[in-house]
């Protein structure tokens, strides 16, 4: 294999520093990538012509890795831990609801930079089939944008932009599967065999039959079963979410290595984060539920290996909304450094209906820390549904019965339960099991648009303080807080979408409006609303990047003596910061002495509303109220 490598150094002819650079890497992570891949492929009689073309590929992306990007590279090594700055905070967004195009988007830099954000993750833009294409998750060229948003170049232009404005880009890596009209896919049905082996083809019901006693449908309204027949082909499919997302089969050495070669083609337009998209379903094997099993980590830690040889600043964030004790599997600093944490993001909401922090409590208590040079991503709202990740054990132990709750929040969160504020609606439910997620924007589900529709002035100040505590949880807990743009300005359910045939049979477009420029300076009473939610957004975003204890994940949970207030202890370096936050329209005490115990001070100030709060009495939270206390 090395005479390769020294061949493709005599043919390009790179600097020597280049290639200095690209060997001391690969003897650190060569072994551990010949280590995976041997557990993957070693049984092939062709692994190591395969385990030549990895390697190549590596290099050939460092080659291609610009001397900008080189120099990022080069900055964060010697900085592994800058994404669990205090000062990292992200935005996500479609292009064309947010601004049309790439070239437009590059105009609204300074709104990220008014607003606060670092961190800027553009929903999945590369070229689609047409119609329905799952929100841009069925992409049939990894190599080409969107020409409705723009080219490649405007990309590379965007990624330069914010780089020089200390925002980093994130974008989605869909490796689970392609368009069916992809370049592969395209090939297959013209019959070649090579490119058949990209993806899993049967001849008959047999095989996806036994696979399908043990698997689950993950779009039970859209069509049943987790295979298409396709009429070309004369073959069933494995299409795990549409029939026309075509699952690639990485049990072929050649699958890895072509979406390895896509993988660094992104990373060099200037990306920082790859989302890794759907990565509990990359590996099948009979008799299993084809979720989670141990090859899809050894996968992506081989994904990462290359990284680090051909793209070594490059980040993976997973996304993984599967059962707690899985989502913390797939993070570590050689697998994925960040993690979406749908628990949080799910336990939130729980919060918020009951009124009751106990289940949220139990999770955060044992369910936060995460391996050394790792992060979460936490959220409240993104581009995709709420699903009610908590786990079972968890809610027995505070005396919840977990199938009957999952029901109680599906009720409440569709405005169906008695004294519900929220106004989402169903999605994906299966009336077989039970089974149903929710869709809607976080001021709907939060009251805002039932009280707007109501005229009620009471309730919709409610609803703007349950906004705003749940987004100062967000923006205090450990880790990135990632805001879903148009959350910023309370934007409520769109419900237009059911208006274009290609989006009509997916609620989750309720939650993904097109941005209104004129919010920004409209002065009307509802105007008013807006502008108070995004006003108190940027400033909450502008205290925590002043706080050096919101850095990396330390969190202690704080006893408040009442169920409805959480109570935590972030510290880093020395620094301290109390947060408290009521989840009920009720007020309610906290002991002051606890705090001073907590915060080793007998003043405090909370950075919220600027006042001094002493510790000679209870400290009264008014409904939905949080609390930043820093010792004075």
Known sequence: MLPRLHQLWETEQPDAEVIESFEERLVQEWPRLFRLLRHLYGQRYDFFYHLEQILLTSARGWLLRGEDLRQSDYHRTYDPNWFQSQTMVGGALYVDLFSENLGKLREHI???KNLGLTYLHLMPLFAVRPGDSDGGYAISNYRSIDPRLGTIEDLRALATDLRAAGIVLVLDFVFNHTADDHYWARQAMAGDAEYQDFYYLFPDRTMPDAYERTLREIFPTVRRGNFTWHDTLQRWIWTTFNNFQWDLNYANPAVFQAMLAEMLFIANTGVD??????????????????????????????????ARMAAPGLLFKSEAIVHPDEVVQYVSRGECQLSYNPTLMALCWESLATRDTKLLTRSLAHRHKLPEGTTWINYLRCHDDIGWTFDDADAAAVGINAYDHRQFLNQFYTGQFEGSFARGIPFQHNTQTGDMRISGTMASLAGLEKAIDENDEHEKEMAIRRILLMNSLTLSIGGIPLLYLGEEWGTINDYDFVKDPAKAGDTRWVHRPKMKWEWLTETHAEAETRRRIFNSLQQLISHRKSQPALAGLAMDLIPTDSRSVLGYLRQHEGNRLIVLANFSEESHEVSANRLRTVGLGRFFEDLITGETIGTSGPVTLAPYQYMWLKRV
């Open 110 to 112: 300074s709104y990220f």
């Open 273 to 306: 984060i790859l989302r890794f998209d759907a990565v509990a379903f990359i590996w099948k094997r009979m008799g299993t539920s084809c979720e989670n099993l141990p090859e899809a980590h050894l996968l992506i830690q081989a994904f990462n290996a290359a």
